[in-house]
């Protein structure tokens, strides 16, 4: 049986790339598609974008939509918005996909709460490619201990609202994960005026927003007479929607729980 996928955020340009994976996927069935109240989108055939009709019209009444046939929702809105789906999910059973970021802690631990009750997968990026990246940044901190000096580095399109991105704070916590330090202590998320000197150990961030670049993150080990870098640009949101949709079709065949994208791709 497909799997029954409600998508949040439809009217977006994310939303789009979810419902056509959705729609090409046999083992899918989009069932509900939501966007804020106000939205131009509501009222349209979810697939009217893509020149697709689906007989899923958007709707603004997230609580009707889930209130029966949904099995997983797919989330790339705001905080605010998922903080509002999650309370309906866990209400109606629906598991849920998070691919938002910007969360305040207490927004987090309210994720990992519902966790209890329903299956999540909570990741700061879901694309596949980027999750092998966290791997490997892991892998190589794990080599290269505090004589090479770890950077972070992205660049997102100018309407990103949180900074450093989520997938930036990640890597930065596969590199204290790899080296056994505590990423609090150690993340340098800014400089500005006098800095000093580096300080040993430290992991640093870069953040640059322009234009419609959709995301590119580089961890950088520099070290005395050499300099390794590790990198993934996204091309296209698809990849995001891909990785979604691999998380949803794992949801199905799991319980309540917190995963992330490394349960999803066995990592």
């Known amino acids: 049986m497909p799997v029954r996928i ?8 994310m939303g789009r790339m979810l419902i056509e994976a959705v729609l090409a996927d046999a083992q ?3 069932v509900a598609a939501l966007d ?54 866990r209400r109606h059973g629906v598991k849920l996909v998070v691919g938002t970021t910007g969360f305040t802690p207490e927004q987090k631990a309210a994720i990992g709460a519902a966790a209890q009750d329903i299956g999540i997968v909570f990741a700061p990026n879901m694309s596949v490619g980027v999750n092998v990246l966290v791997k490997l ?20 399109h100018r309407h990103k609202v949180d900074a450093p991105s989520g997938t930036a704070l990640a890597l930065g916590e596969a590199v204290a994960r790899g080296r056994g330090v505590n990423f609090a202590e150690r993340a340098v998320l800014s400089r500005e005026g ?9 992991i640093g961030f870069g953040t640059l927003r322009g234009g419609d670049i959709i995301g590119e993150h580089l961890v950088m080990f520099a070290g005395t007479g050499e300099r390794i870098e590790i990198a993934h640009k996204s091309g296209s949101r698809a990849n995001y929607a891909e990785g979604s949709l691999r998380a949803a079709h794992f949801l199905a065949a799991h319980g309540p729980g917190l995963y992330g994208m490394a349960d999803v791709l066995g990592l």
């Not at 409600?6 to 340009?13: K, S």
């Not at 889930?66 to 997983?72: E, I």
């Not at 006098?194 to 430290?202: A, L, N, P, S, W």
């Open 6 to 13: 409600a998508i949040a955020g439809a009217g977006g340009r």
């Open 28 to 30: 899918a069935q989009l």
């Open 36 to 89: 804020q109240p106000g939205s131009p989108a509501i009222g349209q055939d979810a697939g009217a974008a893509l020149g697709r009709h689906t007989g899923v019209a958007v709707s603004g009444d997230a609580a009707a939509a889930l209130a029966g046939g949904v099995d997983v929702l797919i989330d790339f809105t705001r905080p605010e918005g998922t903080m509002a789906h999650l309370a309906l999910a």
């Open 137 to 156: 940044v892991e892998a190589a901190a794990a080599a290269l201990d505090e004589r090479y000096d770890a950077e972070v580095y992205e660049v997102h």
């Open 194 to 202: 006098h800095t000093g000197e580096r300080r040993r150990g430290d």
